[in-house]
C-alpha cells in the first residue's frame, strides 16, 4: 500500500504549464487540502468536486455547540469537522462548509470498524472506548475528489472520492467476522442535543439503505434525504435509540426494532451493517444525498455513480478538478503554484450544488420546486463572498455566478419576507452577519453585463430587500439615515455596509434607466457620511438622539458598534467612494498616514480576543487580513499619491498570510472569499467595490498567468522580473500600450488580451502619480 | 339566532322514502352526529363530508395519553376529542378519527377569542384561565357537514363546515377591539410532551397563512400541511413558543419574531392573529390540509372552495351526504331512522380521502407518489372494518372499495416490510392490533368480483404479507401451526385469525387458479384446530412444548391468550367454517347451549376491567357486542338447529347496543364497523365469514328497504308484519319464490331484485331447518 505523504505533495517540482494549452493540464497535484485544516482555517480535507453537493470528510471531533444551553467555545475549532492537530477520526460524513466562521451540516457520520460492535463514538484521548480511531498523518492523503486514511485501531484503510451527488467509500478491511460499518444519524458538526430533530430510515434490501435527517440548526428547519448502496450485502444489522425517554412507542413494541428490523425512526439513531471480510477485500459504499426524497437520492446514485469503480469516480473528479483549475493557467514558484491551486480549489467548494439531478430541490417555503434552465446552489456566505469570490466568478465562471444568482432570485421567490439572501443554506436563511450582500453580488453581474437573469426583476428584488423595515435596524436606518447604536447593535457596520449596498442599487437603477430608485439609494449610499465623527476622525456609533455615543475605542472589536471588526478597519470601509471617503477623512496624504499606520501600529490581544472570526495569526499591525471588512484596504493606497505601498502591503499580505501548510492561512478561509483575495491579488488586480467595473491594480505574485475566459477568449498576465523583492511595478501595458492608471476594466479583461507587469525592487513613485 | 338543539333534531317526524326515488331524498335530517359522543362510542360532532380528508370538529379537552412516561388513563375518553359530559370547548381542530379504540390526530386547533389574548387553553374547571370556553347543549347543533356551538366565555358563535380537503370556520363576533383568532399547533389528540417533533409557519399576507406540522404519534412519521385562508385581514399577529429550552436559536435572534415576524418554526408553538370586530361581524376562515405540501394544501383549497359563501359549502356537503345516504332508502320507526342513517353517517367517514385533488400523495417511504387512476385513501382500521364495513362497502360503496383496495396496494409497494396495511394512518403503519386483514377486505371483494385492480398482484401481496415471519408470532405460526403462548402474548387471538385470514388467501387462491397457494394456505387456515383444547371445551393457550398453558380462565379478558376478549368469545372464531368448529365443539345441540350460555351469564366486571376496549355498556351476558371479536356469534345459531335464535339475538342486540341518544353506542364504533353491523343486520343478513359470497339470514328491523346499487339496479327487503315483537321470520321469498335457507349470496343482491321477509311473533322453528 503507497501512502502519499503532505511532504511528498508539497515537494512535487514546479512546472510551467502556459505552453501546455493544447490538453488540460494536470493540476490537481498542485492543491494540497490539507491547507488551512491546522488552527483557524476552517477547511475540510476530505472529497468533493467542484461545487458539489457531498462533501465527504473525516471528521476528527464532534463535540457539541451548546451543553445545557451553554456555548461550548471548542467548537469553533470544528466549523469543517477537521482539525489537524487531533489524533483520531471519529468518521466520514458528506457535508461540510469551507471556511466558514460558525456551522452546521456534518450529516450521515460513517465509521467503518472491525472487533466488537461500539456504537458510541468513544472519545478522543480513548478512541478504543468507542468507534473512532487513532490515525496518523502519515497514513493519510488528501487530494482534490480524494482522500484516504489508514484507521489504526481497527486496521482498515479508508478511501473517500466523490461525484456531484454522491460519496464513494472503500474501506480495506483485514480479515475479520467482526467487520462492521457504522452508520450514526446523531452525529454532526455544531451538534446539540436535540438538534436532530427527526430521522427516519429504512433497510430496503441487503444493500440498500435509504431515509432521511431533519435538524434544527443554523438552517432552522433542514431535511436532507439519503440513499446507501453497499457493495457487498451485510449478513446483519440493527440499530440503537439513544433518546433519554422513549414516551410513545406505540404499536411498535410488538417487534423488536433493533436487529434485522427494516424501519426504524426517532431523534437519536445510530445504526450498524454487519460483514465478514476476507484479508484484504474491499466494501465499497455509495452513499447520495437530495435534498427532496430518497427517491431523488437514489435517482441521484443512479445518475452519476451506476457502476462500482472506486477508481473511475476518483479519476472522473480529478478530470473535473482539473478543468475548472485550468481556467487559470500560471508559472510561478512552487510554493506560490500549490497556495495559487489550492487557493483555486477552495475558491470553488462553493456555493453547492442544491438539486437533484432532475433539477428539482426543496425551497425556503419547503415545498419542492423545479430549477428551470438553470442549476440551483445554496449556501451562500455573501458577508464574505461578496467582496472578492463572486467578482473573480466574473471572470472565471460567469456561467455558474449567472445560475447563483439565478438561485439567489429563487430565494427571494420563496421567501416570506421577499429578501434576497443574507447567508442562506439549504433552504433556510441563517440570518448570519449584516447586511444584503446578494445585492452587490447581483450588482457586480449586471455592471459587467453577465447573466441572463432579468435585470429588472433582479433590481425589484434588491430594492425590495434594502426597504424591509424590520430587518436588522433598517427602519432607522431608512429614517434617519443610520442606525442608532441604542436601537441596534453593530450600527456602524451596518450603517456603512447599507450604504454601500445601496450604492449597488443605485447603479444598477443607473444602467436600467430607474431614476427614482437611482435617486432613492444614491442618497441612501451616501449614509456612510452620517457615522463620520470629524472630531475623533473615525466612523463612530451614534445614538437616536443624533449625538455620539461617548465610551467609545475605535482598537476595540467588542461593543463598539462594530461586527467583528474595530473602528480604525470598519472607518475605511466606503469602498464605493474612496476618493470622497479620504477627502472626508483629511486627503491623501493624512490617510496614506492614517493607512500607514495600521499596517505599522501593535493590536493587543485583548481587543479582540472575545471575537471568535479574529485571531492573532490574522492580524499584521492592526489590519486584520483573517477577517473581511479590511480586505480591501491594502488597495486604498492606490486613491492617494503613494500606489506603490499597495504594491507593497499586498505582497506582504500574500507572504504571510497564504502559506503552502497545514496552518497556512491567517483565518477562516469564508467559503472561498479569502483564496479568492489570493488570486486576484497574486494576479494583480483586486475589485475595490463590486458593481463597479474597475479592478485596483496591484503587484502580481506570479510570473506569468493565463486566464482561459468562458467567451473562448484569453486574458494574459506577464510579470516580467518578478520576485520576492521586485514586487514594485515600474511600468504597466494593456496588449503593448502604455497604461497609467490604478485600474484595470472588467472588459479589458473580458474581452482577450494581454497585461505586462514591468517589476522591480523600488516603487516607481510617478507610475501611477493621478488616482483614478 | 336560531339554535337547533338534539330534541328537535329527534322529533323529526318519520316519513318514508321509498317511493322518492326521483330526486334525491332529504335523509340528512335523519343523522345524529351527537350519537356516541358520550361514554365510549369515541365519535366526534363535527363537520366533515363522506370520506373527506377534513374532520372539523371541537375538542372539548386535549389531556395527554402519556405524562412523564406513564400512561394517563383519562385519554381513552378523548380518541375523537369530544366529550359530551364536559362543559367547555378548547378549540376546533382539523382531523379526527371517528370511534377508534386509540388515537391520534386532533390537527391545528383553532379557538376563537375576544378580550384579553390568552394563550394557553386554560383548565375545563377554570375555562376563563385560557382561551377555551364554557358551551351549553342547549346551543350547540350538529348535522353531517354542519356543527355550531356558542362559544359563552368569548360570545362568539362559532360555526363549521368542509368540503373534502379544506375546513371551513365561520365565527360571528360581538364588537371587539381585541377580537383574537388562536392557532394553537401543539395541541393535539392523544398528545404527549414532545409529540411535535417539528413545526413550521409563514404569514404569507395579512389574509394567508401556510405551514404543517411533524408528529410521532400512533403514526410514528407524520407532517401534515396547511394553508389556512381569513376572510378579512388580520391586523397584528403573534407567537409564542412554548419549548422549555430553546437551545439553539442562531442568528434569528436578530428578530423579535414573537410579533409581526412572517415566520416561525419550532417544537411548541402557538400563534395568534388579532382583529377588531363590530356587533354581529363574521370571519372565516378556509383551513385546507395536504399529506404534500402548502403548495398542495392552497390548491386543494383553491380547488375546493374558491368562494367565502359558508352556506354554499355546507349546502353541498350535506348534498354530499344525501347522495351517499340514498343507496339506502329505508322506512322504518323514527328511532330507527335515526339510528339507521346515522350507522350510515358513521360507516362512511373513513377510510378517509388521502391525496391533494391533483392526486399526489406522501408514501409510507415519505416520497410523494401519484396516485393513478384511484382515490388514495387512508386510516384503515382493519381489525375492525373487514368484518363488517368492507362487506358493506362491496354492496354500497364498490368503487371506493375498489379504490381502497388500490390503496392498500399502494401502501403494500411502498412497505419495506412487503406487508398490506395492519393498522395503517396519514403514511404510517401503526399496527395496532392483530393479523392481517387487509387480506379478508381483498379477498372478500375478488371473491365477489369486485373492483378492477390486478386480483392476481394482490393475492401476491397476500400471500407476501402472510409469510413475514418477524411478524406478531407468525414465524412460530408458519412452522408450528400455531403461536405458542410463552413465544407471543394473545397467541391464541393471532392463531384463530391468521388462519381465518389464511382460508381467505386459499379461497382466492382457488378462484385464480394458483393451486400451489391454495394447498399451502388451506392448510394454514385449519391451524384453529391447533389450539382447541378438547377437554376443556375451549379454544386455549398453547406452550411452545406442545402442551397447554396451565393457567388457564376462559372468562378473563387479560393476559390469557386473547386480545381484547376472553375466550369464551374467541373460541368462537372460525368464521370460515362454522360447521367444523360446530362438530368439533360437540355438535349442533351442545354448540347452541354454549351459545345460550354465551348471552344469559354474568360476566364480572372482574374479568375485563383492565380491558380498555370492553365495557359494561357494550356487553349482553358474556357477549361482547362492544367490541368486534364477537360480531359475527349471533349469527352461528344459523348453522344450529336454531337459526330462529340469530333473530332473536340480533334484534335484541339493535336494540340493546343502538339508541338515538348521545350514549346510544354500546362501545367505539370503530370506524364505522360497530355502524355496520347495524345496517347489515338491520337489513336482515350479515357477512359472516368475508370472503364467502354467502351472507347469513336474520331478522331485518326496518319495515322496507331499497338498496340503490352502483350497477344502476336496486335491491329491495320488505319485512312484513315486522315490529318489536314480531321478530322471528316465518318465510322468505326471494324475488316472489320461496327461500328456505339461512344465506343469501353476493350474486343475489348485486343482480338487483326482492327479498320479502314475513314476520310473526313466534319461531317458524321449521323454516331453515337445514344449516347451508
Request: charged letters at 20%; hydrophobic letters at 35%; one cysteine or more.
Amino acid at each position: 500500500m503507497r501512502v502519499f505523504t503532505l511532504t511528498v505533495l508539497l515537494l512535487i517540482p514546479c512546472l510551467t504549464f502556459a505552453q501546455k494549452k493544447s490538453s488540460t493540464p494536470d493540476l490537481v497535484r498542485y492543491v494540497n487540502p490539507m491547507i488551512g485544516t491546522a488552527k483557524m482555517g476552517h477547511t475540510y480535507p476530505g472529497a468533493t468536486v467542484p461545487f458539489g453537493m457531498v462533501q465527504l470528510s473525516p471528521d476528527t471531533d464532534t463535540i457539541p455547540y451548546e451543553v445545557n444551553g451553554k456555548y461550548n467555545k471548542d467548537v469553533y475549532k470544528y466549523c469543517a469537522g477537521y482539525q489537524y492537530d487531533d489524533n483520531t477520526i471519529v468518521g466520514f460524513s458528506h457535508t461540510h462548509f469551507s471556511g466558514t466562521g460558525h456551522s452546521d451540516l456534518g450529516d450521515f457520520l460513517i465509521a467503518p470498524t472491525t472487533g466488537k460492535l461500539q456504537l458510541n463514538p468513544g472519545t478522543a484521548d480513548k478512541p478504543e472506548s468507542g468507534y473512532r480511531s487513532a490515525f496518523s498523518h502519515k497514513n493519510e492523503a488528501a487530494e482534490p475528489a480524494y482522500y484516504k486514511v489508514k484507521l489504526d485501531d481497527h486496521n482498515i484503510l479508508a478511501e473517500l472520492t466523490a461525484s456531484n451527488r454522491v460519496g464513494m467509500h472503500q474501506y480495506t478491511f483485514p480479515k475479520s467476522d467482526e467487520a462492521h460499518i457504522i452508520l450514526d444519524l446523531m452525529s454532526g458538526i455544531y451538534n446539540y442535543d436535540g438538534k436532530t430533530t427527526w430521522t427516519f430510515v429504512r433497510v430496503e434490501n441487503d444493500t440498500l439503505i435509504t431515509g432521511y435527517r431533519q435538524t434544527n440548526g443554523w438552517a432552522r428547519t433542514r431535511t436532507v434525504y439519503f440513499a446507501m448502496a453497499f457493495s457487498k450485502p451485510f449478513h446483519q444489522y440493527g440499530n440503537k435509540d439513544y433518546s433519554e425517554a422513549q414516551v410513545y412507542k406505540g404499536f411498535w413494541r410488538k417487534f423488536d426494532q433493533t436487529k434485522n428490523f427494516p424501519e426504524f425512526a426517532g431523534k437519536k439513531l445510530r445504526a450498524y451493517f454487519d460483514f465478514k471480510t476476507e484479508e484484504g477485500e474491499k466494501i465499497k459504499i455509495k452513499f447520495a444525498l437530495s435534498p427532496v426524497s430518497t427517491e431523488g437520492a437514489l435517482a441521484n446514485m443512479k445518475a452519476e455513480i451506476p457502476h462500482w469503480d472506486f477508481e473511475q469516480v476518483k479519476r472522473e473528479g480529478q478530470a473535473a478538478w482539473n478543468k475548472e483549475l485550468s481556467k487559470v493557467v500560471v508559472d510561478a514558484g512552487k510554493d506560490d503554484l500549490v497556495n495559487f491551486y489550492t487557493a483555486m480549489y477552495h475558491a470553488f467548494l462553493g456555493p453547492t450544488t442544491y438539486m437533484d439531478v432532475d433539477g428539482r430541490y426543496r425551497g425556503l417555503d419547503m415545498n419542492v420546486h423545479q430549477a428551470d434552465g438553470f442549476t440551483n446552489y445554496t449556501s451562500f456566505s455573501l458577508w464574505d463572498t461578496y467582496r472578492a469570490l463572486h467578482p473573480l466568478f466574473n471572470i472565471l465562471q460567469p456561467a455558474r455566478n449567472n445560475d447563483m444568482i439565478k438561485s439567489m432570485l429563487a430565494h427571494y421567490d420563496q421567501s416570506v419576507h421577499k429578501m434576497l439572501p443574507v447567508w442562506s443554506h439549504y433552504a433556510n436563511e441563517n440570518w448570519c452577519m449584516i447586511g444584503y450582500h446578494s445585492v452587490p453580488v447581483i450588482a457586480d453581474a449586471v455592471m459587467k453585463g453577465n447573466g441572463n437573469f432579468d435585470a429588472n426583476r433582479a433590481l425589484d428584488a434588491c430594492v425590495q430587500t434594502a426597504r424591509t423595515r424590520y430587518y436588522d435596524g433598517l427602519e432607522y436606518y431608512m429614517d434617519m439615515g443610520y442606525v442608532p447604536e441604542d436601537k441596534n447593535g453593530s450600527s456602524v457596520s451596518k450603517t456603512l455596509e447599507y450604504a454601500y449596498d445601496d450604492w449597488c442599487i443605485a447603479q444598477m437603477a443607473g444602467k436600467l434607466n430607474r431614476p427614482d430608485i437611482y435617486e432613492e439609494f444614491s442618497k441612501r449610499a451616501e449614509s456612510y457620511k452620517n457615522v463620520y465623527d470629524a472630531k475623533s476622525g473615525f466612523m463612530r456609533p451614534k445614538l437616536s438622539d443624533g449625538t455620539w455615543k461617548q465610551e467609545f475605542d475605535p482598537l476595540d472589536t467588542h461593543g463598539q458598534g462594530f461586527i467583528e471588526g474595530n473602528s480604525w478597519n470598519y472607518s475605511l470601509y466606503v469602498p464605493h467612494d474612496p476618493a470622497q471617503m479620504i477627502a472626508m477623512m483629511g486627503g491623501k496624504t493624512r490617510f496614506a498616514q492614517h493607512l500607514d499606520s495600521l499596517f505599522t501600529m501593535e493590536l493587543p490581544d485583548k481587543y479582540f480576543e472575545n471575537t471568535e472570526d479574529i485571531s492573532r495569526e490574522g492580524i499584521i499591525g492592526n489590519y486584520v487580513h483573517g477577517n473581511e471588512p479590511s480586505h480591501h484596504m491594502p488597495f486604498l493606497y492606490n486613491w492617494t499619491d503613494q500606489p506603490w505601498k499597495t504594491q507593497e502591503r499586498t505582497r506582504m499580505v500574500l507572504k504571510a498570510m497564504y502559506k503552502p501548510t497545514v496552518d497556512g492561512l491567517g483565518g477562516n478561509d469564508d467559503f472561498g472569499q479569502m483564496s479568492a483575495w489570493y488570486i486576484f491579488s497574486a494576479l494583480g488586480f483586486y475589485p475595490v467595490a463590486p458593481g463597479s467595473d474597475q479592478y485596483a491594480i496591484t503587484s502580481p505574485a506570479i510570473r506569468s498567468a493565463t486566464i482561459n475566459l468562458e467567451n473562448g477568449k484569453t486574458f494574459s498576465i506577464e510579470a516580467k522580473n518578478q520576485s520576492d523583492k521586485n514586487v514594485y511595478v515600474q511600468k504597466m501595458e494593456l496588449n503593448g500600450k502604455p497604461v497609467n492608471r490604478t485600474y484595470l476594466t472588467h472588459d479589458e479583461i473580458i474581452k482577450g488580451g494581454k497585461i505586462t507587469f514591468y517589476m522591480g525592487s523600488k516603487p516607481n513613485k510617478k507610475l501611477f502619480a493621478i488616482a483614478p
